[in-house]
């Protein structure tokens, strides 16, 4: 296999692309790689169209991929465990609608699973699929992806529902601007 090599400064690393091109080196420069030059990038775009192609697009339809990978904060609920969840929780719970396919959605998880591990003590955090909960959806009359719901005794509380990918700084906002809600009821 060939190498591009393009060495600009002292401090050079290999990054293997896809086996039809050829390796592209990465020069490191002050803020770490990123240094590449013209010619060196048309490869780096290339590997990822490769990458694209082969990868990722095939894993997109394949039937596999029909949940969400949640971390070890947030759970991942269906309707028939949403009832239970929801309503038996002696603490406030956020639900989250969301979708394999939704970028947003996507977006927002490392955030609302970092939330989910500070706010552990405060609130439960689960996530409900929006293709394999349609029920839900009807119910809760969910229109975008994602959806933020916040629930205290089973019951949605007003004015809690939030649609879109949100920072999590504006996400902290909103949930800490609910649970004060939550708390005087």
């Known amino acids: 296999m060939e190498k591009a090599t393009m060495p600009i400064a002292s401090s050079v690393s290999t990054i293997p692309c896809c086996s039809k091109l050829p390796m592209v080196r990465a020069v490191a420069g002050g803020r770490g ?9 048309a490869f780096v775009g290339a590997c990822r169209s490769s990458l694209r192609n082969r990868i990722i697009k095939p894993l997109a339809r394949s039937s596999k ?25 002696d603490r406030p719970v956020l639900v989250e609608f969301v979708a394999t396919w939704c970028g947003p959605c996507r977006l927002i998880a490392p955030a609302v699973e970092a939330l989910a591990r500070e706010y552990q003590e405060k609130l439960v955090v689960v996530k409900v699929d ?7 959806i009807e119910k809760y009359k ?21 649609e879109g990918a ?20």
């Not at 790689?33 to 990038?41: D, F, N, P, T």
């Not at 969910?142 to 939030?162: A, C, H, N």
């Not at 949100?166 to 009821?185: C, P, W």
């Open 166 to 185: 949100i920072t999590k700084a504006k996400l902290k906002e909103y949930v800490d601007k609910h649970l004060d809600r939550v708390s005087i009821f």
């Open 33 to 41: 790689y990123g240094l590449l030059s013209h010619a060196s990038s």
């Open 65 to 89: 991929i029909n949940s969400i990978k949640c971390g070890a904060a947030v759970r991942e609920i269906g309707e028939s465990e949403f009832y239970d969840v929801v309503s038996k929780s």
């Open 142 to 162: 969910v229109y975008g992806l994602p959806t933020l719901i916040v629930f205290q005794d089973g019951q949605e509380v007003p004015g809690s529902r939030k």
């Open 130 to 136: 929006h293709d394999l909960n349609p029920q839900l």
